[in-house]
């Protein structure tokens, strides 16, 4: 990095650099199994930085897999909103959500994850909720979501034949019906 760079530029350049191979580290290995030192070599740090920026590995992971919920579905119960529910899974299948992905990995052995993936999921589910017209509404966002979620499970954690040959355009064809059917 050239040296006319200021030192809080310097900074944040390297606690983003962190904070994606941390992504990446409890991605891959979920909380138990990622390490300090293994986030610190493949940030290209030494680990008495990931600790100066972060304070704890619980921190880090915390910031690591913070995920915003769903942008709110567009469009209202009709097909604007089964193409909107369809694209947002659709950005899921092509670009690795790895912050949801640590979550995802973790949740079982960490109850906070577990809270924290509800939350993230409930949120998006009440926001859907309202563009859906039925008495089970919250059922049907519900329903909706863990199908999302069940599929970047299937794909990128546990790599099912099916979802990891398949293109993004094929499953969002085979889904169509479905999520039209959850949403009208």
Known sequence: MPENVPWSARRELGRARVLAAARRQFSEF???????????????????????????????????????????????????LVESLLAQIGAKL?????????MLRTLMTRPGAADQVRKTIALSGKELSRSIDADDAEV???????????????????????????????????????????VQ
């Open 30 to 80: 979920g909380y138990d199994g990622a390490t300090i030192r293994g986030i610190a070599a493949a940030a290209g740090v030494d680990p008495a930085l990931v600790t100066r920026y972060f304070r704890s590995k619980e921190l880090l992971f915390q910031e690591a897999t913070a995920i915003a919920p769903d942008e709110p579905a567009g469009g209202t119960a009709g097909e604007d």
């Open 94 to 102: 092509d670009t690795e959500p790895t912050a949801g992905l640590a």
């Open 140 to 182: 049907r966002a519900s329903l909706i979501g863990s199908i999302s979620t069940g599929i970047i499970v299937g794909r990128y954690i546990l790599h099912l034949e099916g979802l990891q040959e398949t293109s993004t355009e094929q499953i969002l064809e085979l889904l169509r019906p479905c999520i039209r059917s959850l």
